[in-house]
């Protein structure tokens, strides 16, 4: 079956002032579904076009030479879209609780220097990508990735990540990249986080 773009789990407005209205509808609406129109497109008629997205994206490999590009980009952007919604909400923020918190002190040493490393690999990110918390065997690490690249392309489990492309900050934050992540932890939705720590872990 089709990909289809998930309906947002809040309304337009609802993380505002950290991310304005017309920014999570442009994202929403026009981005999220062009990686889903063009992914649609690229699988029609190959054996994977029923596939989750997840299991087309842990092997590439599998995705015929002509298309895996196209895969990659706009699947890869379909499926990290989702889970960014998923793991952004009105009621976010603070810090996490429990074995996340304890697996981010125990990686990081606390949770304000987990903040500066996921900072620092998403301003320094060259162009367009992600910063992400991934789990990499028992580790959590920080990781940044170019473009719609998704780290479980290559075996990682992505918990968390924050899309730095212009098209996620530029009508309110312009080119002040570094703010807009300062505002993004204040949307974070650490249950969702938790809840993807504990079927990973």
Sequence with gaps: M??????????????EPHIDKLTMEVHHDK???AYVDKVNAALEGTPLAD????????DLSQVPDAKRMAVKNNG???YNHTMFWENMSPDGGGEPDGALADAIGSAFG?????QAKVKE???????????????DGSSLAVVGSANQDNP??????????VDVWEHAYYLKYQNRRPDYIDAWWNVVNWPKVAERFAAAS
Excluded: C, R
């Design 2 to 15: 089709a990909y289809t773009v998930p309906p947002l789990p809040y309304p337009y407005e609802a993380l």
């Design 31 to 33: 981005h999220h579904q």
């Design 51 to 58: 596939a989750p997205i997840e299991d087309v994206l842990s």
């Design 76 to 78: 890869g952007g379909h």
């Design 110 to 114: 606390s949770f304000a220097d987990f």
């Design 121 to 135: 690999t998403g301003v320094n990110q060259f162009g367009s990508g992600w910063s992400w918390l991934i789990l």
């Design 152 to 161: 479980i392309s290559d075996g990682k489990t992505p918990l968390l990540g």
